[in-house]
């Protein structure tokens, strides 16, 4: 990384008052975020002459942004609240046949679960939590002995919240294609902090982000990818006035229709133009486009490549499996307790989280070398 970027990265994230490896918790917006809310604040404090075509235009110019990010067509993004709310939606507006079955990983995070647990109750389907026992992460292999034979949706983390591990999207996803079984990602703990190749979203049908981790955007949005094959089994359950193309025009509202603005569109959560939300989420999807998803891969490796090989392994177990990794590392203290490591870190001003009585480390693009030698300190004191 050149000096210039490092400045630039310095500058972002100069609000910063802890030693932060906590992205996996909540990410910390660039500092550009501030200037791009503190706009659209301006126009809530005086809407006077806003142009509707320019306020409703808002959630397009995101959409392009983060459909760029991913290297696909913006008619394959949808808006949405939480990552569990477009698992609702595909839960609840799937096409399901008699006898169908949804498949997700027992222990994985609760939005990939619980809608289809409350789904289930309407009898279109049944739901099986698969259980790992001895298996580190779900493989293709194991997913071929372990799946119903006539299951046909299978969700799943990208990388898993409490322990880091991360799941080969490709040769899952080319196993579940075969098979014409239904590929929902959460790329929450994922997309943000590393890229997902166009060849892995080939194979995915329904990608989930909330916004507020990797991708240092504001709480209460979440973007997914539907793709073509999605967006023609999943029906849209939710009228809403925005969605409708005499939206477009503010004169023509009251000539009712129930068809949607074209693709993915067509599931957008209510009032996506909200203007607080979106300068945030302006200012954090214009800095990751200027770094670079893959730059930053590169650069979250780097710097906890540098903590693998320093920290002190006689004291920590580690969780995390070194071929299973992506940019969190799970550890659990040999004789320590968890939760106490983690209040003696926030005395030496060092963030992280405990999750699962693991001490989970997130590394990101604003994190350095010298922050991770701070960190090493305080674990072997």
């Given at each position: 990384?050149?000096?210039?970027t490092?400045?630039?990265i310095?500058?972002e994230?100069?609000?910063?008052?802890s030693?932060?490896?906590?992205a996996a918790y909540f990410g910390?917006s660039?500092?550009?975020?501030?200037?791009?809310?503190m706009a659209?604040?301006?126009r809530?404090?005086?809407p006077?002459?806003y142009?509707y075509?320019?306020?409703?235009s808002?959630?397009?110019k995101?959409?392009?942004?983060?459909?760029?990010l991913l290297?696909?067509s913006?008619?394959?993004?949808t808006?949405?609240?939480?990552?569990?709310?477009v698992?609702?939606?595909?839960?609840n507006?799937f096409i399901f046949?008699?006898?169908d079955?949804?498949?997700?990983?027992?222990?994985?995070?609760?939005?990939n679960?619980?809608p289809?647990?409350?789904?289930e109750?309407?009898g279109k389907?049944?739901f099986?939590?698969?259980?790992l026992?001895?298996q580190?992460?779900?493989?293709?292999?194991w997913?071929?002995?372990?799946l119903?034979?006539?299951t046909r949706?299978f969700?799943?983390?990208h990388?898993a919240?409490?322990?880091g591990?991360?799941i080969d999207?490709?040769?899952?996803?080319k196993?579940l294609?075969?098979?014409n079984?239904?590929?929902?990602?959460d790329g929450?703990?994922?997309?943000?902090g590393l890229e997902i190749?166009?060849e892995e979203?080939?194979y995915i049908?329904?990608l989930?982000?909330?916004s507020y981790?990797?991708?240092l955007?504001?709480?209460?949005h979440?973007f997914?990818?539907?793709s073509q094959?999605?967006?023609?089994s999943?029906?849209?359950?939710n009228?809403?006035w925005?969605?409708?193309?005499?939206?477009?025009q503010?004169?023509?509202?009251?000539?009712?229709?129930t068809?949607t603005l074209?693709?993915?569109?067509?599931?957008?959560?209510?009032?996506?133009?909200?203007l607080?939300c979106?300068?945030?989420l302006e200012?954090?999807?214009?800095?990751?486009?200027e770094?670079g998803l893959?730059?930053?891969r590169k650069?979250n490796?780097?710097v906890?490549?540098?903590?693998?090989a320093n920290?002190p392994?006689q004291?920590?177990n580690?969780?995390?499996?070194?071929?299973?990794?992506a940019?969190?590392?799970?550890?659990?203290?040999?004789s320590g307790?968890?939760?106490a490591l983690e209040?003696?870190?926030?005395?030496r001003?060092?963030?992280?989280?405990v999750?699962?009585?693991n001490?989970?480390l997130s590394?990101?693009i604003f994190n350095?070398?010298?922050?991770v030698?701070?960190?090493i300190k305080?674990?072997d004191?």
């Amino acid at each position: 990384m050149d000096s210039a970027t490092e400045s630039l990265i310095q500058k972002e994230f100069s609000s910063l008052s802890s030693i932060y490896f906590n992205a996996a918790y909540f990410g910390p917006s660039p500092l550009r975020a501030k200037e791009t809310i503190m706009a659209a604040m301006n126009r809530e404090l005086d809407p006077s002459f806003y142009a509707y075509d320019d306020w409703m235009s808002i959630s397009e110019k995101l959409r392009v942004k983060f459909a760029n990010l991913l290297g696909v067509s913006p008619d394959t993004i949808t808006h949405s609240t939480s990552s569990s709310d477009v698992v609702n939606i595909v839960a609840n507006g799937f096409i399901f046949n008699p006898g169908d079955r949804v498949a997700a990983v027992n222990k994985d995070y609760p939005s990939n679960v619980l809608p289809w647990m409350l789904a289930e109750r309407h009898g279109k389907f049944k739901f099986d939590k698969l259980d790992l026992g001895n298996q580190v992460i779900p493989t293709a292999e194991w997913l071929e002995k372990t799946l119903h034979p006539q299951t046909r949706i299978f969700n799943i983390s990208h990388v898993a919240f409490d322990t880091g591990k991360k799941i080969d999207l490709l040769s899952i996803g080319k196993f579940l294609k075969s098979r014409n079984i239904f590929f929902v990602v959460d790329g929450t703990q994922s997309l943000g902090g590393l890229e997902i190749t166009p060849e892995e979203l080939s194979y995915i049908d329904v990608l989930t982000v909330s916004s507020y981790k990797w991708m240092l955007g504001p709480y209460g949005h979440a973007f997914a990818y539907f793709s073509q094959k999605a967006q023609d089994s999943i029906y849209h359950l939710n009228a809403n006035w925005i969605l409708s193309p005499n939206s477009k025009q503010v004169y023509n509202l009251l000539d009712y229709t129930t068809e949607t603005l074209p693709g993915a569109r067509q599931y957008d959560r209510g009032q996506a133009a909200n203007l607080l939300c979106s300068g945030c989420l302006e200012g954090s999807l214009s800095f990751l486009a200027e770094m670079g998803l893959a730059n930053i891969r590169k650069h979250n490796q780097e710097v906890r490549d540098f903590f693998l090989a320093n920290y002190p392994k006689q004291k920590y177990n580690l969780v995390t499996p070194l071929e299973h990794m992506a940019n969190i590392v799970c550890l659990k203290s040999v004789s320590g307790d968890s939760i106490a490591l983690e209040a003696e870190l926030k005395k030496r001003n060092v963030d992280v989280s405990v999750r699962q009585g693991n001490v989970r480390l997130s590394f990101h693009i604003f994190n350095t070398k010298a922050q991770v030698e701070e960190l090493i300190k305080a674990l072997d004191s």
